[in-house]
């Protein structure tokens, strides 16, 4: 199956931004998405111009939540987030693992060719949708291939 293909940019930044909250809307936060059995959620708050704080998070890149500024890789492949998480079981060009940052379980779905991942965090009934990204080939390309071997060579089941 291929990826879905890019939204690119057009130039007009409000209604690209409109587009991308439709698109945010119908295949992420109301498609019923679902990892390892369990319901996939977004963060609502706080919301910012009116939409979600998790579209802000995926469309957006920084350090500190109010200096993020959009990243056109990000925006671009919005339509790639749910079809990580829905190949991500069975697609030999997708890989997943757990890991832990700041105590708490994250899962990485990762389509390494591509350099995308989504960050999932573990609930006790669903995941939170935390972020997705274009991953950088240099330092964070190793740094995940190493946690995700080191993954599943212990991982149980």
């Known amino acids: 199956m291929a990826l879905p293909e890019l939204f690119p ?9 409109d587009d991308l909250y439709q698109i945010y809307l119908a295949e992420i936060v109301n498609a019923e998405l679902r990892f ?10 706080p919301a910012t111009k009116d939409k979600h704080f998790g579209f802000w998070h995926i469309i957006s890149e920084g350090e500190k939540e109010d200096d993020r ?17 829905t190949q991500a079981e069975t697609n030999s060009e997708i890989s997943w693992w757990e890991n832990k940052r700041q105590g ?10 591509e350099n995308f991942a989504v960050v999932l965090e573990q609930r006790k009934s669903y995941y939170l949708l935390k972020t997705a990204y274009y991953v950088d080939k240099s330092h964070r390309n190793a740094t995940f291939k190493k946690e995700r071997d080191n993954f599943w060579k212990a991982y149980k089941g």
């Open 69 to 85: 500024t959009p990243d056109l890789r990000r925006c671009e492949r919005i339509s790639w987030i749910s079809y990580l998480i």
């Open 104 to 113: 708490k379980t994250r899962v990485v779905i990762w389509h390494e060719s």
């Open 9 to 17: 940019f057009k130039g007009e930044w409000l209604s690209y931004e």
């Open 36 to 45: 390892k059995g369990l319901p996939i959620s977004c963060q609502y708050r």
